[in-house]
């Protein structure tokens, strides 16, 4: 099988790999969270392409998969960002736990070919 490297440091992520008994490891991504999106589903593919590929592009051997995920919480219409703190945190919780929202989670995998290439998906 090849080489597994997962490009976040999402506890949640690492565990749910583990629970499916998937060996991998953690390669963090450190790229700026750049969105030029407004749709959800858009915005999850883009943040979880722009940490593959930054990843990707710090592996210099090898041929492993490499694995970018994202998730986005929205809130009547509205994208939730990340908390700036844990009272940000508790005051977006208790707004969430009385509405509706949408949440949106993408994983995208990139595929290193021996040459070194990506692979067209």
């Known amino acids: ?39 959800p589903g858009e915005i999850v593919m883009e943040l979880s392409m722009q940490k593959a590929l930054d990843v990707y592009n710090k592996i210099t051997e090898g041929s492993p998969i490499v694995l970018g995920a994202d998730t986005i919480v929205c809130l009547d219409g509205k994208v939730l960002g990340k908390p700036a703190d844990r009272e940000d945190a508790k005051r977006m919780l208790s707004e969430e736990s009385a509405r509706i929202r949408r949440c949106s989670s993408l994983q995208r995998i990139i595929p290193r070919l021996r040459s070194g290439h990506l692979q067209n998906l």
């Open 1 to 39: 099988m090849d080489e597994i490297i997962l490009a976040s440091g999402s506890p949640r992520r690492r565990e749910l790999l583990t629970l499916i008994g998937v060996p991998f490891k953690v390669i963090k991504s450190d790229a700026p969270e750049i969105i030029t999106k407004t749709d």
